[in-house]
T-cell receptor
Framework: GEDVEQSLFLSVREGDSSVINCTYT??????LYWYKQEPGAGLQLLTY?????DMKQDQRLTVLLNKKDKHLSLRIADTQTGDSAIYFC????????????FGGGTRLMVKP | KAGVTQTPRYLIKTRGQQVTLSCSPI?????VSWYQQTPGQGLQFLFE???????NKGNFPGRFSGRQFSNSRSEMNVSTLELGDSALYLC?????????????FGQGTRLTVV
């Protein structure tokens, strides 16, 4: 079945850039998403990218997609303490309706 | 515009009981999906409803069921609760539920089975 993998933990200093990586196995993935989850909260959609795109930028967020290697990354510029959270990547395919397959999440810790 | 509303936020049940969780999607959204989040298994897809019909189902036992009403509100039911059912249950709504639509999540219902 489909599999989405992420590293467990990332620690950065405030003001630095953070890069969170994700790999997936489903070659039919059409859309790839990044969600943020803060303690005790649901999931907040940060951004998503269509599989025929290489890059998408949205303010401090940059998503890079290497479809050949099935590798997705999320770069957060000028990381702030408020960015500390768990970040999930997820994928879906055209024939899967609204069914997302999530990675295990990367816990981002931002040190002041 | 109100977000996705899940009720109740917290629930404690005893093994063997059953539980019903509710999700009210964003107004105008017709697709509702349910996910279970546990520390061990992460986020796992339960099922998706669109226009009152179950469109997709994850790999969960038949004790987990759901339904969607004509106003798009959805409920999920878990019967004969087990300790392992303790989890955060998240519901997501989207306009029509295709792969190219954004899914918005509620705050979740935290279920504890004792």
């Amino acid at each position: 079945g489909e599999d989405v993998e992420q590293s467990l933990f990332l620690s950065v200093r405030e003001g630095d850039s953070s890069v969170i990586n994700c790999t997936y196995t489903d070659s039919s993935s059409t859309y790839l998403y990044w969600y943020k989850q803060e303690p005790g909260a649901g999931l907040q959609l940060l951004t998503y990218i269509f599989s025929n795109m290489d890059m998408k930028q949205d303010q401090r967020l940059t998503v890079l997609l290497n479809k050949k290697d099935k590798h997705l990354s999320l770069r957060i510029a000028d990381t702030q303490t408020g960015d500390s959270a768990i970040y999930f990547c997820a994928e879906s395919s055209d024939n899967a309706g609204n069914m997302l397959t999530f990675g295990g999440g990367t816990r981002l810790m931002v040190k002041p | 515009k109100a977000g996705v509303t899940q009720t109740p936020r917290y629930l404690i049940k005893t093994r063997g009981q059953q539980v019903t969780l509710s999700c009210s999607p964003i107004s105008g959204h017709r697709s509702v999906s349910w996910y279970q989040q546990t520390p061990g298994q992460g986020l796992q897809f339960l099922f998706e409803y669109f226009s009152e019909t179950q469109r997709n189902k994850g790999n969960f036992p038949g004790r987990f069921s759901g339904r969607q009403f004509s106003n798009s509100r959805s409920e999920m039911n878990v019967s004969t609760l087990e300790l392992g059912d303790s989890a955060l249950y998240l519901c997501a709504s989207s306009w029509w539920g295709g792969a190219n639509t954004e899914a918005f999540f509620g705050q979740g219902t935290r279920l504890t089975v004792v």
